[in-house]
């Protein structure tokens, strides 16, 4: 079956740092790939995602490119805000794309 | 702004009480997820429907949980008798797909289930 790993959290960087979210994945086929956003408190909101190899997801400053090569999906920001600590889960699907397969999650605190 | 609902937000009860989770989905998706979300477990995913009908309910405890989709708009996801182990935050998610492909899920705000 499918699977995802994502690095360990917390991270905690500084206002305005260079964000790194690791995520790989193992998966047949042709999977999508997600990052979903989760605040305290509420549901996972999708923040961006890719359908095929090479495509890059963008969305409020954030970015992923799928490299089917290296089966990862990374999560970037160049200068990253208090408001976007939260915790970021990576997400596969495949098989007629029925079952999302998510990543522990990583938890961001960005502090001033 | 199309969005998943889910009603309660939150909701505490005693063991062996009944408890029902109400999720509309997002008009026009056809394919509904349940999921539990816990500390220990991350997401789970519970059981989904397409068309309203039931696809995979294999992660649901069966003598315990069971899911139905009334009609297009309601969901409903029960627990006859709660215990305990069952305290959780539940995620109901939407999609549409055809041809067995379901495109991006949509996740409501969740019931935070605390069963004492």
Known sequence: ?112 | DARVTQTPRHKVTEMGQEVTMRCQPILGHNTVFWYRQTMMQGLELLAYFRNRAPLDDSGMPKDRFSAEMPDATLATLKIQPSEPRDSAVYFCASGSGDSGRTDTQYFGPGTRLTVL
């Open chain 1, 1 to 112: 079956g499918n699977s995802v790993t994502q690095m360990e959290g917390p991270v905690t960087l500084s206002e305005e740092a260079f964000l790194t979210i690791n995520c790989t994945y193992t998966a047949t086929g042709y999977p999508s790939l997600f990052w979903y956003v989760q605040y305290p408190g509420e549901g996972l909101q999708l923040l961006l995602k890719a359908t095929k190899a090479d495509d890059k997801g963008s969305n409020k400053g954030f970015e992923a490119t799928y490299r089917k090569e290296t089966t990862s999906f990374h999560l970037e920001k160049g200068s990253v805000q208090v408001s976007d600590s939260a915790v970021y889960v990576c997400a596969v699907v495949t098989g007629g794309g029925n079952k999302l397969t998510f990543g522990t999650g990583t938890q961001l605190k960005v502090e001033l």
